[in-house]
């Protein structure tokens, strides 16, 4: 068994001695798709207690010390931390009852313990993950990600630099990820429906996403610009009002360095 899966497991054994608690969850690759744990995951999960009782689950760590103890812990969120233990497990945990869970978006979930008259279908009780929207659509996805790079750009001329990366290679390129999603929707890798820039490198191979020339970091977002632009160009229409423009900045930018 994994460490961190044996973790959860000892982490269980003393919850259940303790009359408040009702259930704890794996998340990520502690939960359904604990297959993909490696030498450098985290571990992921929900705590799921009695009415009243995540404030005192919260601001104490004396729980999550039982099976280890915590090197290290903060408060990164009103429900929940993060913690290294003492071993080196690294873990980001949130506390609920089971009201606030039927409420929050998650999948993936999977039921480590939980009492034996605890609610039913506890790891399904979330909301949606990805709410329905009318803009998941390739005309906006290739819009935002043309308007991305012409707003990058021109914050790159004006020295604003870091602002320029993020426009150009981290705002257009998430925008390229969820072209590639609609374009290509049985690629072969687990999608996380709250961060789409997980496991992109084993679906797809460099020739379909190069990610080295879209992000290729804080001096090169012309060349960054470029990449981008073309890999947009060469699989979608481009509208020629907004990508004449983007040229136009490139062959500027080109100029000025």
């Known amino acids: 068994m994994h460490p961190m899966l044996r973790r959860l497991d000892d982490l269980a054994t003393h919850l259940a001695t303790r009359p408040d608690t009702v259930a704890l969850l794996g998340l990520g690759s502690a939960g359904a798709d604990h297959d993909r744990l490696d030498d450098h995951s985290d571990l992921d999960f929900f705590l799921v207690v009695a009415d009243g009782a995540v404030g005192r689950y919260v601001d104490s760590t004396d729980w999550l010390a039982a099976p280890c103890p915590v090197a290290y812990s903060f408060a990164?969120?009103?429900?929940?931390?993060?913690?290294?233990?003492?071993?080196?497990?690294?873990?980001?945990?949130?506390?609920?009852?089971?009201?606030?869970l039927a409420r929050l978006p998650?999948?993936?979930?999977?039921?480590?313990?939980?009492?034996?008259?605890?609610?039913?279908?506890?790891?399904?009780?979330?909301?949606?993950?990805?709410?329905?929207?009318?803009?998941?659509?390739?005309?906006?996805?290739?819009?935002?990600?043309?308007t991305n790079l012409y707003v990058g750009l021109h914050r790159e001329l004006r020295g604003e630099r870091l602002t320029a990366a993020r426009f150009i290679q981290s705002y257009a390129v998430d925008r390229v990820l969820a072209l590639l999603r609609l374009a290509e929707p049985s690629a072969a890798h687990r999608r996380d429906p709250f961060d789409p820039s997980r496991r992109v490198e084993q679906a797809y191979p460099p020739e379909v996403l190069p990610l080295a020339a879209m992000v290729p970091g804080y001096r090169h977002n012309r060349a960054a610009a470029r990449a981008t632009l073309d890999w947009l160009a060469a699989r979608f229409p481009v509208d020629p009002a907004i990508g004449e423009p983007v040229r136009a900045l490139l062959a500027e930018a080109g100029r000025v360095s």
């Open 76 to 100: 990164n969120e009103r429900n929940g931390r993060k913690a290294r233990y003492a071993d080196g497990i690294f873990v980001e945990y949130a506390v609920f009852t089971v009201a606030e």
């Open 106 to 146: 998650f999948t993936g979930a999977r039921v480590v313990w939980q009492r034996p008259d605890a609610p039913a279908g506890l790891a399904g009780s979330g909301a949606p993950a990805r709410p329905a929207t009318p803009y998941d659509t390739v005309e906006f996805h290739l819009n935002e990600a043309l």
